[in-house]
């Protein structure tokens, strides 16, 4: 089904080793439709890794391919947000190599919201494991995702941002 309306989002690259560098930015040049050359800084939170950060635009759903895609590194840390658009909700997904990837749906405003079914699964697991209710709901909101890429993002002010758009 074609449509006319166009997302907006970011890829945050928060951390890739060096030697990923130039594949990342292939895999976000076939999804958009023209090349990509990001501007890469030193990560210094962790040596010899690189971030990078790149605005986008293109059909609503992309980030789902882009967080697909770039999850099959598995080394990088990395954000791709998507903001509302007509008829599509907007979207966040994070991943760490150590917790893997997380997504949740984004209001007008940036915050993630949990429907009223994975709300009522998480308090189930909560019964079921034992666990605390704020333990479970916490690792919904991606709390666990958050925690562990907070020190990169903070290395990361004033890295440039450059917009693409996806063509065709």
Known sequence: ??????????VFVHSAP???????????????GTAVNLDWVDQPVSAGAMRSELSWTGAPGLSATIA???R?????RFEVTEEPSPGFDGQRFVSTPSLGLWRSPMG?????????ERLRSAMAAAVADGRSLMDVVDEV????WDRELEPFRYAGEGV???WLHQVG
């Open 72 to 76: 099959s590194y598995p080394h990088l």
């Open 141 to 144: 909101l991606g709390g666990p």
């Open 68 to 70: 697909s895609s770039l």
């Open 1 to 10: 089904m074609a449509t006319s309306s166009q997302a907006r989002g970011v």
């Open 108 to 116: 007008v405003f940036g915050e993630g919201f949990i429907s009223e």
């Open 18 to 32: 060096r030697a990923l560098c130039t594949h990342v930015e292939w895999a976000l040049g076939g999804l958009l």
């Open 160 to 162: 440039p941002v450059r």
